[in-house]
């Protein structure tokens, strides 16, 4: 079928001030002014909503997933990154 | 009991009423998911405006009847909208132009009406500007997609707007009413309003390329229950289980 | 770079799924998992679009402002559905326009319970009560479903429909409570809604082959004949509090199981809508038809638009 179809957006939402974006979803639009007026209409219906990202989902690059070790089994190594690392004496707070 | 501002306020009533009415037609039948969607929000605006007006209509009224009665159980004649509400969805292109005329009326006339001295109008201009704003926004830019998009888009564009302008007038309607509340803050003087109304559709038809019709010839008479024959039928449908089952509560 | 082979993949996979771990889009899958995934979730997106005709026949008819209110409101919602599983539907690599397609040409199914006539005000009240009842039923154990994105809408989805339930059964019960006309409608409606309602959850265990793969998969968590206990379940004694009848003359409780049972479901009529025939198939995918059609001038122009505007924006 050779039907020319509208992007495909990516939607992020900021549920409160103070919160990330997170991704809730996708939508088809035409031009980004569409795209946020839609992810309003579709994805803030309840009010769930104060702030909406969109992006071209083809703008969008993920890791691979088989790389998956190679990405982040390293990090998973270094666990003097993680603050319960280190030894506190008793009767130490706020650290 | 105040007639002059219950007449008033049903006007703007029967305008949000039978426009969302419209509106509420396309819900399931969308040009895309999303777009319709976004039309159904216009018509839930638009029937809850209705009804915050038609409850103050009928408490200034002061007849004993509610909102649903004034909204499901009036004859055709005792509904005061303007013929641009009742006029078809058309093609979406015709739904489009007929929502922007109207949205950019409304935009001005909520604006001016939240200065209203009558607290209750104020207090519903206020929480329907915000509707409005978003409503203008929308139906503006689908006016310039379909004017400036394809060729076909351009010619429904324009078409919508050759057959829809002659009704635009009747939105600065005015007559005893008006001029009464206006004198005591109350009503919006539209003469004020038209200048701005005319600016704001020139600028966006501009960036459309659509040409505002060059005819002095309009359609009038909704705000004075004469209404065009589609009103009728509309009625019949709305009016359908009220006056089929007289008296019952749902 | 490590050589993979497909058993490895599979292996993967499978134990991904014993320690429910969701998978998510760009995870190695089995081409029939993938497949099967685009069928329902795309055959569940078509109901959800398709569901708005039947209840969207009474918006410009409900009898108060409220009601018109609340219908719309919640027809619009099952437009939002169809759309975040559209959405998950797309991370899989399907196109949502070549599935739409696929309805239109009668290839792909949808809930065959739309496919009855909305004619009286009392079935927006069977509807909600009964078919979005039974819709909760299999929505819920979808949320933990092994495909993320299609679990993440049915999270969503789920905490829409209660309100759906509601509704409907708001309607129904204050008809039920009202006039004799009133009742007699409320009754009516129960009466053809309840059978189709029952056949939402699909054929008998033994008849469903695709069952136990998917429950393998864990697209499935429960089984057709499981979900349609639990909502007979319920369901009866929610009518039997409004006074209403459940049409059915072999229905009985069973004090041993704790379960009710109930006559025989007429297969015949489920397949013979399921294939094309019930009252409203036709009239269903031509008005979804007419809609994409129509609007295909729109989806040209605002795409023309954006084009002429970037191109203007770049020079
Ligand atoms: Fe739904
Ligand atoms: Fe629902």
Redesign the interface.
Same mark, same amino acid.
């Given at each position: 079928m050779s039907q020319k179809e509208w992007p495909l957006w990516e939607v992020f939402i900021r549920s409160k001030q103070g919160l990330n974006h997170k991704h809730v979803g996708s939508l088809r639009a035409a031009d980004a002014e569409m795209a946020i007026e839609n992810a309003r209409d579709v994805y803030t219906r309840r009010s769930e909503g104060v702030s909406i990202w969109v992006v071209e989902s083809n703008r969008i690059f993920a890791s691979d997933p088989t790389e998956a070790d190679a990405l982040f089994e390293p990090a998973h190594s270094k666990v003097y990154r993680h603050p319960t690392f280190y030894d506190v004496p008793d009767g130490i707070s706020h650290m | 009991m105040n007639n002059s501002i219950s007449t008033y306020t049903l006007r703007i009533a029967d305008d949000s009423l039978i426009l969302g009415?419209r509106v509420? $037609?396309w819900?399931?039948?969308?040009? @895309?998911?999303? $777009?319709?969607? =976004?039309l159904?929000?216009i018509?839930?605006d638009l029937?809850?405006q209705?009804?915050s007006l038609?409850e103050y209509a009928a408490a200034t009224e002061g007849k004993g009847r509610t =909102?649903?009665d004034l =909204? &499901?159980l009036r004859y055709e004649r005792d509904y005061t909208n303007v013929l641009l509400a009742e006029q078809p969805n058309g093609? &979406?292109?015709q739904t489009i132009v007929r929502q922007w005329l109207f949205d950019t009326f409304r935009l001005f006339f909520y604006e001016a009406l939240c200065y209203s001295k009558d607290p209750q109008l104020a207090a519903i201009a206020e929480k329907s500007l915000k509707e409005t704003k978003?409503h203008f926004?929308?139906s503006s830019?689908w006016v @310039?997609?379909?004017g400036?998009?394809?060729e076909?888009?351009h010619q429904?564009a324009q078409a919508a707007l050759d057959l829809l302008w002659r009704y635009a007038e009747e939105l600065f309607f005015m007559n005893a009413v008006d001029h009464e509340l206006i004198a005591q803050g109350i009503a919006v003087d539209l003469t004020t309003i038209k200048p701005l109304w005319l600016e704001r559709i020139q600028h966006v038809a501009k960036e459309a390329t659509l040409k505002l019709p060059e005819t002095n010839w309009v359609m009038k008479g909704g705000r004075e229950g004469q209404h065009s024959e589609y009103l009728g039928y509309l009625l019949a $449908?709305?009016q359908?289980?009220?006056r089929t089952?007289p008296g019952? $509560?749902? | 770079m490590k050589e993979i082979n497909l058993t490895e993949l599979e292996a993967a996979f499978q134990s991904k799924l014993d320690r429910e771990i969701r998978i998510e889009p760009n995870d190695w899958m089995p081409a029939d998992y993938r497949k099967t995934l685009i069928r329902q979730i795309s055959q569940h997106a078509h109901s959800e679009i398709v569901g708005m005709l039947p209840e969207g026949n009474w918006i410009t008819r409900a009898p108060n402002l409220r009601r018109k209110a609340v219908l719309l409101a919640k027809v619009q919602d099952e437009a939002g559905h169809g759309l975040y599983l559209y959405s998950a539907v797309e991370t899989l690599g399907a196109d949502r326009e070549e599935t739409i397609d696929d309805l239109h040409s009668g290839k792909a199914k949808y809930s065959s319970i739309f496919n009855y006539p909305t004619v009286s005000w009392a079935d927006m009240g069977a509807i909600g009560w009964l078919v979005d009842g039974a819709a909760i039923m299999n929505q819920v154990p979808l949320c933990r479903c092994s495909y993320g994105p299609y679990a993440r809408a049915m999270v969503r989805v789920c905490k829409e429909e209660s309100f759906h339930q509601r509704q409907g059964f708001e309607i129904i019960s204050k008809l039920a409570l009202g006039t004799p006309e009133q009742k007699e409608m409320a009754q009516d409606a129960l009466n053809r809604w309840w059978w189709p309602a029952l056949m939402m959850f699909g054929p008998n265990d033994a008849d469903s082959p695709h069952t136990q793969q998917s429950m393998n998969w864990k697209i499935k968590r429960s089984t057709n004949d499981e979900l349609r206990q639990l909502f007979i379940d319920v369901t009866v004694p929610q009518a039997e509090l409004i006074g209403l009848t459940i049409p059915d003359p072999d229905l009985k409780w069973n004090q041993e199981t704790g379960h009710y049972e109930i006559g025989t479901i007429n297969w015949d009529e489920f397949w013979a809508v399921v294939s094309g025939n019930g009252p409203c198939n036709r009239e269903r995918v031509a008005a979804r038809k007419k809609a994409k059609e129509d609007g295909m001038w729109v989806r040209e122009a605002a795409l023309a638009h954006a084009e002429k505007r970037k191109a203007r924006q770049a020079s």
């Open positions: - | 009415h509420s $037609e819900c399931g039948h969308g040009p @895309i998911l999303e $777009e319709d969607i =976004a159904t929000n018509a839930l029937i809850g209705a009804t038609l =909102a649903d =909204a &499901f093609d &979406f292109g978003y926004k929308h830019e @310039i997609r379909l400036d998009g394809t076909e888009s429904r $449908e709305m359908y289980m009220q089952y019952m $509560e749902w | -």
